[in-house]
């Protein structure tokens, strides 16, 4: 696979521009961290630049995988004596459980027995699919967006009643005058 660069924008309705700065290098480091997490970056040397302005901020990541590389996981499920009769054959619960992993009796077999305190545990050893990089983008811009040092947020419920919104609050521009006292907001 070769890597390549990505460029994510995010466009979004008048950011406070004192807070551009920080906003734009959070957003940034968001992602590309998400994208580390993920297994997405090709190279440690990958570089990132973040850029910010009213209406937008964006990462520019160098070295960019299309796919992450397919991982190999042990998972535990449950102690042996659990999991095996006295004849050593699968009891319903190792069979249920495989069957939720995607699992069939024939797994029984290659399943690792490693002892864990006092008590010996199955474990299941499986392969694990890299995940591709339209999905891996959504996942960090859904993390990164979550974590925006934000200075003040509003919220508004939509019609549904019960799901809320939030938002960043817009720089308000407007200013008052009354009885010879000028104020802004």
């Avoid at 004192?18 to 590309?32: I, P, R």
């Avoid at 590389?69 to 006295?86: H, I, N, R, T, Y």
């Avoid at 474990?123 to 934000?150: C, H, M, R």
């Amino acid at each position: 696979m070769t890597a390549q660069n990505l460029l994510v924008e995010l466009f979004v309705e008048e950011l406070p521009p004192k807070a551009l700065q920080k906003l734009g290098e959070a957003f940034a480091g968001g992602v590309l961290e998400q994208l580390k997490a993920q297994g997405l970056r090709a190279s440690s040397e990958s570089r990132l630049t973040a850029y910010a302005s009213p209406r937008r901020l964006d990462a520019h990541i160098t070295e960019v995988l299309p796919q992450a590389e397919d991982k190999a996981v042990s998972q535990k499920l449950m102690p042996v004596s659990v999991g095996l009769d006295a004849e050593g054959k699968a009891t319903p619960a190792l069979l249920k459980k495989l069957a939720a992993l995607g699992a069939d009796a024939s797994a029984v077999a290659g399943l690792l027995r490693e002892g864990e305190g006092k008590a010996e545990a199955l474990f299941y050893a499986s392969t694990v699919k890299g995940v591709v990089l339209a999905d891996g983008v959504q996942k960090a811009l859904d993390e990164a967006i979550a974590k925006l040092p934000i200075p003040k947020v509003m919220r508004y419920q939509l019609q549904d009643g019960w799901t809320s919104v939030n938002f960043v609050r817009p720089p308000t521009a407007w200013s008052c005058c009354t009885a010879r006292k000028c104020w802004s907001v």
